[in-house]
């Protein structure tokens, strides 16, 4: 058997992938963490980062309300969700990169023609270390966390992994 190091899934030994995160098992021979912090990267869980609980909307909300609401709360996305599903999320890149200067005009539009659609998301249960590495693949600055059935439970982003990392560092 060979532990995944970044969800901790058992796989059967000699796979290349893990069959629960789809992470390459191809570099499980590596050497030891180099530091405290990588360590601490490679067997922390997301939990630890204390996830907060993510605003959402419904597909049918108005790109002007959710500015609104981002803008009031000092937030860089919020989830769009269907019940507890997430379908998408609307953040400020793609306020950015999809309304841009015609903010106001389309802003009784649904968010659900700019949200990016079906986000990458990670279980609690996740290590930090492929949160970081699936965050700078992606392009991602928050990634929606849920539980075991898909359901939103909460979010994190890159501030979050940089208090993290300060914290462990001493910083």
């Given amino acids: 058997m060979i532990i995944c190091p970044f969800c901790s899934a058992e796989n059967i030994a000699g796979v290349d992938e893990c069959e629960e995160c789809g992470q390459s ?24 980062l204390k996830p907060k ?5 419904a597909p049918d909300a108005s790109v ?19 019940g507890d599903k997430p379908v998408g999320i609307f953040s400020e890149r793609d306020a950015l990169l999809k309304l841009n200067t015609e ?6 539009r649904p968010v ?30 928050h990634v929606p966390i849920v539980s075991e059935d898909g359901d939103m439970q909460s979010i994190i982003s890159v501030r ?7 914290e462990h560092m001493g910083v």
């Fill in 25 to 48: 098992l191809s570099d499980s021979h590596l050497d030891a963490p180099a530091s405290e912090v990588e360590e601490h990267l490679l067997n922390d869980h997301i939990q630890v």
């Fill in 53 to 57: 609980k993510p605003f959402a909307v």
């Fill in 64 to 82: 002007g309300e959710v500015l609104k609401l981002m803008v009031a709360n000092g937030i860089g996305c919020v989830m769009v969700a269907d």
């Fill in 103 to 108: 903010a106001s005009e389309l802003s009784g």
């Fill in 112 to 141: 659900s023609e700019y949200m990016t659609a079906n986000p990458e998301t990670l279980e609690d249960s996740a290590k930090i270390a492929f949160a970081v590495q699936r965050m700078d693949l992606g392009g991602y600055r």
């Fill in 160 to 166: 979050d992994i940089l208090r993290y990392l300060a």
